[in-house]
């Protein structure tokens, strides 16, 4: 009953900037970390940030001061707004839902979530 869908991927200039957005519906949103998570071929999967449910939130180092989260609870909405987008953001980026409400345990390791979309493609060029 978990459905999960992120959109708002694409193709995009080095200093570019692209905005992605994620629904889950089927649980109470606002009761659970959230998260943005990429995967390039050849690399494991990586926590890119994650918001808690009490809004504490997390950043990669390598893009922490490009990239912003937020989540909107009355939408059940998560975005991820990047801007100045390197080649080495290339990758195909994924939203997920923590499997457990109210976790006292914030972690944006891909472990910890439990429902996932299928993904939406960002390709930054050179």
């Known amino acids: 009953q978990v459905q999960v869908v992120e959109s708002g991927g694409g193709l995009v200039q080095a200093g570019g900037s692209l905005r992605l957005s994620c629904t889950a519906s089927g649980l109470t949103f606002d009761g659970y970390h959230m998260g943005w998570f990429r995967q390039a071929p050849g690399n494991e999967r990586e926590g890119v940030s994650c918001i808690s449910w009490i809004g504490g939130t997390y950043y990669a180092d390598s893009v922490k001061g490009r990239f912003t989260i937020s989540r909107d609870n009355a939408k059940n909405t998560l975005t991820l707004q990047m801007n100045n987008l390197k080649p080495e953001d290339t990758a195909m980026y994924y939203c997920?839902?923590?499997?457990?409400?109210?976790?006292?345990?914030?972690?944006?390791?891909?472990?910890?979530?439990?429902?996932w979309g299928q993904g939406t493609q960002v390709t930054v060029s050179s």
């Open positions: 997920a839902v923590d499997r457990q409400n109210y976790n006292h345990i914030f972690s944006c390791a891909p472990g910890p979530f439990g429902y």
